[in-house]
């Protein structure tokens, strides 16, 4: 063990449908990868190169609640199809890039919008808006093995039972494989790192009690309340 001077952070980790747990190295996220999202946020849905930022592994939160965070008044919810990756390295082709997939999941990338807002503007940084604390609502990962490869089927949110977001995985402007390969050209990747995969159109805001509830076919439901 090396010699620690502070008792050493938790990993992040996220349970895994049936069992065990998925430790997380990064998480990444794609902005705008559905047309219809792309539009309602003022933006050309053209195919433009993609564009990620990062959420913190312990952002993330399989609690089942979601606590209203400080310094905003306009949360917002985005459902994603989260892939995990069992491994990684640079420079992957599209062609072998699901080979590095273990896992999916259902997540929520929750943003304080009004903050978000305001760093676009500014052309600043989108952290305050986007990697606060259990600001990464996840569901149980499921394995390849048992789910395939989920390039198509609906996704869907419901807030309080009305349907508010809703699309089909196979609208994602860039794909899977297209997400990873592009990713590895930037960055290396590795085991444990996972990627938020976009979210459709009908983001909006939630308010505390509000309960939401995310899925995506063959994944099940993600029920997470604001507390
Ligand atoms: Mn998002």
Redesign the pocket.
């Known amino acids: 063990m090396p010699d620690y001077v502070i008792p050493t952070p938790p990993v992040a980790d996220i349970p895994v449908a049936g069992g065990g747990r998925f430790p997380v190295r990064r998480v990444y ?3 705008r990868n559905y047309a219809a999202h792309a539009i309602e946020m003022g933006h050309d849905p053209d195919r433009e190169p993609p564009f990620f930022f990062q959420k913190n592994p312990d952002n993330l939160d399989a609690s089942g609640d979601f606590p209203y965070p400080e310094k905003t008044s306009d949360v917002h919810h ?1 459902v ?1 199809l989260l892939v995990a990756l069992k491994s990684g390295g640079t420079n992957i082709p599209v062609a072998n890039a699901l080979d590095h997939v273990w896992g999916y999941g259902l997540s929520l ?1 929750m ?1 304080r919008r009004d903050l978000q807002g305001e760093a676009k503007k500014l052309g600043r940084p989108w952290e305050i808006g ?1 990697a606060f604390e259990r600001s990464g609502p996840v569901g149980p990962l499921h394995p390849v093995s048992e789910v395939g490869h989920l390039d198509q089927g609906r996704i869907e949110l419901k807030v309080n039972g009305t349907v508010k977001q809703e699309g089909d995985l196979n609208q994602m402007i860039w794909k899977v494989p297209e997400m990873i390969s592009y990713l590895s050209d930037y960055f290396e990747l590795a085991a444990g790192d996972v990627i ?1 995969s ?2 459709p159109s009908g983001v909006g805001p939630i308010r505390r009690g509000d309960k939401m509830e995310a899925s995506v076919e063959g994944l099940g439901v993600l029920l997470v309340k604001v507390v």
Do not use: A, N
Request: net charge negative; aromatic share 0%; proline share 0%.
């Open positions: 996220c794609i902005g985005e994603e990338d943003t986007k938020m976009g979210t």
